[in-house]
């Protein structure tokens, strides 16, 4: 059973940064492609990057240039780097492993 654990959220004020982190037990992490979403409230979940096994990434027009997403296969370990942050990226922000697998999610305030 995969289980994920995120860790790294929390409140900053607009333009500041946070990392978050993503944990993940099991043997897949290093074969499948990894996520990060976020659903702000009344929102549905949304896309915010995604990073392939072998390093591709994809990434929500809405946080291109601000958002970096990086894997550590040897830690199983997925990164998301939020620089220039903005009131409207408040939200609970999910891991994905494998489009299948989801954490409990990180809370990350951005105040104004």
């Known amino acids: 059973q995969v289980q994920l654990v995120e860790s790294g959220g929390g409140l900053v004020q607009a333009g500041g940064s946070l990392r978050l982190s993503c944990a993940a037990s099991g043997s897949i992490f290093s074969r499948v492609i990894m996520g990060w979403y976020r659903q702000a409230p009344g929102k549905q979940r949304e896309l915010v990057a995604t990073i392939t096994s072998g390093g591709s990434t994809n990434y929500a027009d809405s946080v291109k240039g601000r958002f970096t997403v990086s894997r550590d296969n040897a830690k199983n370990t997925v990164y998301l780097q939020m620089n220039s942050l903005k009131p409207e990226d408040t939200a609970v922000y999910y891991c994905?492993?494998?489009?299948?697998?989801w954490g409990q999610g990180t809370q990350v305030t951005v105040s104004s």
């Open positions: 994905n492993l494998g489009h299948f697998y």
